[in-house]
DNA sequence: TTGAATGCAAATCGTTTGCATCTCA
DNA sequence: TGAGATGCAAACGATTTGCATTCAA
C-alpha cells in the first residue's frame, strides 16, 4: 500500500486538491503533531499555490480526522493538535519548548485492555490517549 | 491534614472568600472532572450568595490551578476541565454522554516510570495523563 | 487600611458557519 | 456538468483582560 499524500487521497475517496497533498506533505514530514495555526503558516510559507486560506485548513484537518487519516492527540495546549494515524504510540511533551518524542509499549496496551475489560460502567472502549510532560534536557 | 475548603484556601494562603469556599466545595461532592461553565451554573443554583461571577469563576479555577488544588484534565471536550488534585488516577470517558469513570493502576505508573527513565530526549518528566474513551454501558 | 478579589464590559482567540464561487472527476 | 472544495466575512463559544469597586485580613 502506498502512502503519498495522492494515494491517501484515493484511497479515501476524496479530492486531491492542492491544499489537501500539501497538507498531508506538511504533516509526513514534520511527524510531529501539529495544530491549524502551524499547518496554516507552513502552507504560506511553502510551495503551495496561493496559500490557503485558514479555514479551508480547519476543513481540511477535520475531514482527516473522519477518515481517520489524522488522529487528534492531546497535548495540554490550548489549540487541537493532529498526527498522521500511523502506528499506535505515546508522546512525551515538554512544557517549556515544543519538543515531542514518540514512545511506544506494548506492555502499557497489555494492561489498558485489561483495565477495560474490568470496567464497571463501560464496555466499549475504543481508544485512549497517554502523554507524558517535562522538561527536555535542553529546557531542564 | 483537615480539607475543609476553609483549610485548603488556609494552607495555600489565599483568602477565604464566598465563592472561592462554594467552588471547593462544589469540587469535592461532585467527584468528577467539571468545566467553568459547570461550576458557574451549580454556583448559581447553590445557596452560594450572589451566585458569583462567571468570570470570577474562570479567574478561581486558574489560581487553584497554580495553587496545585485542582488539576487539569484533558477529556476532549471543548472545554477545560478541573478535578481536585487527590490521589493519582486516571478516567475513563464516555465520548456520547458525561459519564466518567475512574481508575487507578499501580501496574501502569512502573511502567511508565520506567520509560522515563528510557527517553533520550527528557530527564525530568513531571506528569502524565492518561484517558480511555469509548461508550459506557448505556450509550453502547 | 490596603492589597487582593470581584464584577462588568469589552477584547481575544480558536474554531465554525453561511453563502457565493470555483474546481476536480 | 455537478457535487464537493474553497474563500471571505461574520458568527460563536470559551477564556482573558482592563478598570473601577468591594472585601478579607
Given at each position: 500500500?502506498?502512502n503519498e499524500?495522492?494515494d ?7 479530492k486531491?486538491t ?6 498531508l ?11 491549524a495555526?502551524?499547518?496554516w503558516s507552513?502552507?504560506k ?19 482527516f480526522e473522519e477518515e481517520r ?7 495540554r495546549?490550548?489549540s487541537v ?7 499506535h ?18 506492555e502499557i496496551?497489555k494492561?489498558?485492555?485489561r483495565?477495560a ?6 464496555i466499549?472502549i475504543?481508544d485512549h490517549s497517554?502523554e507524558?510532560?517535562?522538561l ?5
Amino acid at each position: 500500500m502506498r502512502n503519498e499524500p495522492e494515494d491517501i487521497l484515493e484511497r479515501n475517496n476524496l479530492k486531491k486538491t492542492a491544499t489537501r497533498i500539501a497538507v498531508l506533505d506538511i504533516f509526513s514530514k514534520t511527524k510531529i503533531p501539529l495544530d491549524a495555526k502551524t499547518v496554516w503558516s507552513k502552507l504560506k510559507k511553502g510551495k503551495c499555490a496561493k496559500g490557503a486560506n485558514e479555514v479551508t485548513v480547519y476543513r481540511t484537518l477535520s475531514v482527516f480526522e473522519e477518515e481517520r487519516i489524522l488522529k487528534r492527540v492531546d497535548l495540554r495546549k490550548d489549540s487541537v493538535y493532529f498526527e498522521l494515524k500511523t502506528e499506535h504510540h505515546h508522546h512525551i511533551v515538554c512544557t517549556k519548548c515544543d519538543t515531542v518524542e514518540d514512545f511506544e509499549n506494548l506492555e502499557i496496551e497489555k494492561v489498558l485492555a485489561r483495565i477495560a475489560t474490568k470496567s464497571s460502567k463501560f464496555i466499549n472502549i475504543k481508544d485512549h490517549s497517554l502523554e507524558l510532560f517535562g522538561l527536555c534536557k535542553t529546557c531542564n
